[in-house]
């Protein structure tokens, strides 16, 4: 089980285009959407929450701190935070569980699994960079929403494609989403 939590960053199509993607590929998904992340998604991508729905397993609230998920018990194998807030970023690298997805990502670091945080903000103060490093340092993957030019892009779609795939790469998925150097 993979579990994807969008929070209250721009850039929310790329959470919802690695969910496309995901259930595409018949991955079992449980999806955490924060309360801010909702109004992004209704202003960035005209959605709501609900709509995300069909593309998962399972959605549970990410204000729910009594499920499987936040319980090191729970045997999933990645979790991926796309985008994903300075806040956030913060509570994960100073182990404040408030939340589901902060929960989550802190027993993704203690249980040694994957964990995959994308953040999305600029510029970057000191707390934002020494809070990164925190989450790099317990083993946690920094993948910024940071598109490349060297695959020549032609439209958004493909530099939000260049940034899945990356996810996907370090999720060890095999995908073709980008078209990667000299291949
Ligand atoms: C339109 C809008 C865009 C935002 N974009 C970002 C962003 O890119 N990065 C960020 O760290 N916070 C951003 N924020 C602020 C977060 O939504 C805010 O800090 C919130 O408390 C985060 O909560 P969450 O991490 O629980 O979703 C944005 C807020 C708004 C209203």
């Not at 809070?131 to 946690?140: P, R, S, T, V």
């Not at 020549?152 to 095999?174: A, S, W």
Request: charged share 25%.
């Amino acid at each position: 089980m993979i579990i994807v939590a969008i929070t209250g960053a721009s850039g929310v199509i790329y959470g919802v285009r690695l969910l496309e993607v995901l259930k595409e590929l018949e991955k079992d998904i449980t999806l955490l959407v924060t309360e801010p992340a909702e109004i992004i998604l209704k202003h960035e991508l005209g959605i709501d929450e609900e709509q995300i729905d069909s593309l998962v397993k399972r959605h549970y609230d990410a204000k729910d701190l009594t499920t499987d998920i936040n319980s090191g018990s729970c045997r999933f194998q990645s979790m991926v935070i796309v985008p994903c807030t300075m806040k956030t970023i913060s509570a994960i690298a100073n182990g404040y569980t408030s939340n589901a997805i902060t929960r989550a990502a802190d027993v993704a670091l203690k249980e040694r699994r994957d964990l995959i945080v994308v953040p999305r903000e600029t510029p970057l103060r000191s707390a934002h960079l020494e809070n990164m490093l925190k989450i790099a340092q317990e083993g946690g993957v920094i993948l910024p929403a940071m598109p490349a030019f060297y695959h020549q892009p032609q439209n958004i779609d493909e530099m939000v494609d260049f940034v899945v795939g990356k996810i996907l790469d370090i999720l060890r998925i095999d995908n073709q989403l980008y078209h990667r150097w000299q291949e």
